[in-house]
């Protein structure tokens, strides 16, 4: 329920390690609020969610990888700052930072306040972020928003190496992303 009025009925999936799903619908029929039920940042009103066996809310999040509209980038801190402090959040590996920040192109502003990084490379820094902290369920709200066309690659190479390892993704995107995955349809 969204503003006191159903945004979905009758939404069923199961998605396998290794596997994404790819959400689809217009603007306005559910898809952020879908995936933020799946995250547990959102009670459903009825059915349940689960992950792994696991159906509580909290516990289900620690799960959780999420790439949304908001970059969550501190426009005071750097990107080495932001990974930093992830990397303690969510106990990724801080000697791997350096090598984070050259993978998604963000080593010559590694130092620069965020509030001077561009759209994309906000986007570049999210995509560090949920590589450094390694959940097993990414959450993809328009995760090629922002980006360029080699940056749209370095997404789908990340996504790639993510399912490879027996992850799991739900993308929720207006784009085709050139990937085998199953499909789900909001109305």
Same mark, same amino acid.
């Given at each position: 329920m969204r503003g006191g009025r159903p945004v979905f009925r009758d939404v069923n999936f199961r998605v396998g390690r /290794?596997?994404?799903?790819?959400?689809? /619908?217009?603007?306005?029929? /559910?898809?952020t609020s879908l995936l933020r039920l799946v995250a547990g940042l959102l009670a459903p009103a009825a059915g349940a969610i689960s992950f792994s066996g696991i159906a509580d809310r909290e516990e289900r999040g620690n799960s959780v990888g999420w790439l949304g509209h908001h970059d969550g980038a501190k426009p005071q801190l750097s990107p080495r700052e932001m990974l930093l402090f992830f990397a303690q959040l969510c106990g990724g590996a801080r000697e791997s930072i350096p090598s984070l920040l050259q993978l998604v192109g963000l080593s010559r502003a590694a130092d620069l306040p965020c509030q001077y990084l561009s759209a994309?490379?906000?986007?570049?820094?999210?995509?560090?972020?949920?590589?450094?902290?390694?959940?097993?369920?990414?959450?993809l709200d328009e995760p090629l928003a922002a980006l360029d066309a080699q940056g749209k690659s370095l997404l789908l190479d990340l996504l790639r190496e993510h399912l490879a390892a /027996?992850?799991?993704?739900?993308?929720?995107?207006?784009?085709?992303?050139?990937?085998?995955?199953?499909?789900?349809?909001?109305?």
């Open positions: /290794g596997e994404a799903l790819v959400v689809e /619908g217009p603007n306005g029929s /559910g898809k994309g490379q906000k986007r570049r820094l999210a995509l560090a972020r949920l590589k450094l902290c390694g959940r097993p369920l990414w959450l /027996g992850s799991i993704a739900l993308i929720a995107t207006h784009e085709l992303l050139g990937l085998q995955t199953q499909r789900l349809q909001l109305t």
